[in-house]
């Protein structure tokens, strides 16, 4: 039996050689150099090798062009081989004909880097492109284009598509962009999720797909295009899965010569104020990869990869400043374990499986009630495996004479029919904590200026109409904010009155003669509001000033030019207000004098912070030095109710604070400040504040990755990419290399300096509370530390002799350690 064992694992050994060798060598050396690419049932073929390729989505606006590098290489050392990216109407084409092209707009920059580090690019031009950015990615300029109906058999909207569209395609052309050019490009994709809402617009809106996907193959870009969510793509278009579990709910390409895509494997969920963030596993992400690729899926997308930030008033409606931080590079660009590791070990074990994958024949057969095979035989005798168990329960199995044992929902992946690489339920991954370390404290009053805005009434605005004016066809998207005011006479011994105010949304601030009454808001399912309360009046004339916040605009839904916000009944007492004589006034004043920049600090008379009751509407401004170090820098702004962040200028986005999740947590409390952002001294940071938050409670903080966690049992398998690093070296050390180990990786710059926990037999807990159990080796701290201390990273090997013979013959045991980074 031993020596059958051993003959196995020699076997394995030699087909990881033979696969590294054949797929890593050409596949590395043509990555980002681009070239004939097309496609077949089975996948996309690259310099007539078919690929199986696995993409992230970064977003070049939601980070800078100073994190750009270090994001696309921590994706590639993932095992990543493709950058996604929308590219954002709006952002690039603000006001028609005026194009913006540099800093995090630079989108040409972006693409070029993704090709300096030999990775490839989808290009997701849309123009439409939802993604939980504003208004869908379309600038808001369309909306006054006479005529026009957004994306639909239009001919307004068709022409301003296709001119933006084919701008775009221009200047991917022009800097040799394409792979059919030699560059990165080898997909681009055209609409986005328009099957979602294509019943809407009836026999227009098939008519509209057809044309999008005729318009876009006619720029000849010599490379696919795809639609996703589309299922009547037109031929050649590729139709894509968007989802959590392509493998499971989509019923794959229409047609059989086109290959199955997955462009959004959701790797979290967007987040909205007042809701937890979603957290999904790294099982449950590994295990769905691993079923679309044996259901014959060859490129996935993990959306999002790194989610970034929306700065500015880039995000949609509700939607947090923060974007997918439960990514596999979090909102700083940090690793986030183990759902980065996993990933990067899952993608290795299905490249070991290449060559059976896209070259051989397939079939699938059952194992049990709730388990599967999938086989893949190539054309030279290669064989490929994946044996899914559906069960919520473990499962014993015989696949081809041989018994395996599955854990609760999951796949394990055998490249050569006999050996199990991966099973996407066993993590063996380290688990990692990011901490912020408090650096400054803005808890000086002294520091702090202020300065209150005025607000308005009826005689002092220039904008006036009889009736009640839509809020966002009337900022035009140059402000959250829209003032509507009027007056009227109250002849009454009564001073007390209810004033309501029905919303389309977002949220509403009262004011009564200059004086704050109330604050209401929607939601994001539910936008619209009634706002209610009993205000006191003047015998004689009163000024009413309500103050519609939008928070973000909406990005999804058919006919998106007709969605509404703003007031759309006023009363008060028994007195309907709603066609009256209305005074405007489009943002507050402190925006119109960009009072939150240096140049226009001084527009306005500044006073010190004082002490008392603080006012709503009011703008605060300080000064920071930058904290020493590379570490990502954050504000907390627990201590603030809602409003928007400027740092030098810079907006860091909106925050709303106040608003709680059913838990009584704020969805988002720490704020991304980019270096890039700042001066080594006097930083200037400004906050409007519509709430009555307290500044001198802010902190600012960097961020970083300061403990790694390893728990490994004999259940565990040895690491993937570990195999793959031995076979190229020639190196058939079976037993080393059958081994699982507890590898700890501190982040670049950074050394494990202390074990705040060693235990080699039977330790109770998980990362966030561990024991000795009762059994335990006793040497098993020195062992560690003198393995992993002073060191970037470090294996533990899970071994007896490694930790100098059995602490407890008989019994299973377990390897867990726990280190600080510093």
């Not at 590294?20 to 996948?43: F, L, M, Q």
């Not at 290669?382 to 473990?394: Q, T």
């Not at 993937?720 to 031995?726: A, F, K, M, Y």
Request: proline share 5%; with cysteine; hydrophobic share 35%.
């Amino acid at each position: 039996m031993a020596m059958v064992q051993l003959l196995l694992l020699l076997s394995w050994c030699f087909v990881l050689m033979v696969a590294v060798a054949n797929g890593r060598s050409s596949d590395e050396e043509g990555k980002g150099k681009g070239g004939s690419v097309t496609y077949d049932g089975r996948s996309l073929i690259i310099n007539g090798q078919h690929q199986i390729l696995f993409s992230a989505s970064i977003h070049y606006p939601r980070s800078t062009p100073q994190m750009w590098p270090s994001l696309i290489a921590k994706a590639k050392e993932g095992g990543v081989d493709v950058i996604q990216t929308y590219v954002f109407w709006n952002l690039h084409e603000p006001q028609q004909g005026q194009y913006k092209f540099s800093e995090r707009r630079d989108i040409v920059r972006f693409i070029k880097e993704i090709q300096s580090q030999g990775l490839y690019v989808c290009l997701r031009i849309g123009p439409f492109i939802e993604g939980e950015w504003t208004y869908g990615g379309l600038p808001f300029w369309l909306h006054d284009v006479p005529g026009i109906v957004f994306r639909s058999d239009n001919e307004p909207f068709k022409n301003h598509m296709q001119r933006f569209v084919t701008k775009i395609v221009s200047l991917m052309k022009s800097e040799n962009l394409f792979a059919s050019q030699g560059g990165p490009i080898i997909l681009s994709q055209i609409e986005n999720e328009y099957g979602t809402v294509e019943p809407a617009y009836h026999a227009k809106g098939p008519r509209y797909v057809r044309w999008a996907a005729k318009m876009a193959v006619e720029l000849q870009t010599g490379t696919p295009w795809v639609m996703c969510k589309q299922d009547d793509a037109p031929d050649p278009v590729i139709n894509a899965c968007n989802g959590m579990r392509c493998g499971e709910t989509w019923k794959g390409p229409n047609s059989p010569d086109k290959p199955a895509i997955w462009t959004e494997n959701w790797t979290s969920f967007y987040q909205v104020y007042g809701t937890e963030p979603y957290l999904r596993s790294a099982k449950d992400i590994a295990f769905h990869v691993a079923l679309f690729v044996a259901k014959n899926g060859s490129y996935v997308n993990y959306y999002m990869y790194h989610g970034g930030t929306n700065f500015g008033r880039t995000a949609s409606s509700f939607m947090l400043t923060s974007y997918y931080d439960q990514a596999p590079l979090d909102e700083y660009g940090l690793i986030r374990e183990p759902k980065w590791g996993h990933l990067k070990e899952l993608h290795a074990a299905i490249k070991l499986c290449s060559k059976p994958l896209l070259t051989g024949g397939y079939e699938t057969f059952p194992l049990g009630q709730l388990q599967e095979a999938y086989v893949f035989k190539g054309n030279a005798g290669e064989c490929a495996a994946f044996l899914v168990n559906n069960d919520d329960r473990k499962s014993s199995t015989v696949f081809q004479n041989s018994s395996y044992e599955l854990p609760p929902k999951s796949i394990s992946i055998l490249p050569d029919c006999k050996t199990v690489a991966f099973n996407t339920a066993k993590v063996s991954t380290q688990i990692n904590t990011r901490s912020m370390t408090i650096r400054h404290k803005l808890h000086s009053k002294e520091t702090w200026e202020e300065y209150t805005e005025t607000i308005p009434n009826f005689d002092n605005t220039s904008l006036r109409a009889k009736t009640l004016l839509e809020h966002m066809n009337t900022t035009k998207d140059t402000s959250d904010y829209l003032w509507y005011t009027f007056r009227f006479q109250h002849n009454s011994s009564d001073a007390q009155s209810i004033l309501s105010v029905q919303s389309h949304g977002h949220v509403l601030h009262a004011f009564v003669n200059g004086e704050f009454t109330r604050s209401a808001h929607g939601s994001r399912d539910n936008p619209s509001f009634t706002l209610e309360n009993t205000v006191n009046l003047n015998d004689g004339m009163n000024d009413i000033a309500l103050l519609s916040v939008t928070v973000g605009l909406p990005d999804s839904g058919a006919y998106l030019q007709r969605k509404v916000a703003g007031l759309r009944s006023v009363r008060v007492q028994d007195k309907y207000f709603t066609n009256y004589d209305w005074g405007y006034q489009v943002g507050l004043i402190g925006e119109k004098l960009q009072i939150y920049k240096k140049h226009g600090s001084s527009n306005v008379q500044w006073r010190r912070f004082r002490n008392s009751i603080p006012r709503q509407l009011t703008w605060y401004k300080t000064v920071f030095d930058t904290p020493a170090g590379d570490d990502p820098i954050a504000l907390n702004l627990n201590s603030m109710g809602k409003g928007e962040a400027w740092v030098n200028g810079e907006s860091i986005g909106r925050y709303w604070v106040s608003l709680k999740t059913p838990k009584g947590n704020p969805s988002q409390t720490w704020y991304h400040v980019p270096r890039s952002f700042l001066e080594n001294t006097k930083n200037q940071l400004v906050l409007l504040e519509e709430e009555t938050g307290n500044p001198l409670e802010i902190t600012i903080a960097t961020i970083a990755i300061t403990k790694v966690y390893g728990h490994v049992n004999n259940s565990h398998l040895p690491r993937v990419s570990s195999w793959v690093r031995q076979s190229q070296r020639g190196d058939t050390n079976i037993k080393k290399q059958q081994r699982p180990e507890v590898q700890l990786n501190c982040p670049q710059g950074r050394n494990i300096s202390k074990i705040l926990f060693a235990s080699f037999g039977t330790p109770k807990g998980d990362y966030k509370s561990y024991a000795m159990g009762s059994c335990h080796s006793s040497s098993s701290r020195a062992i560690v530390e003198k393995a992993c201390i002073g060191k970037g990273r470090c294996s533990v090997p899970y071994s007896n002799q490694y930790f100098g013979g059995d602490p407890c013959p008989g019994i299973p045991k377990a390897l867990l350690v726990d280190a600080q980074c510093t």
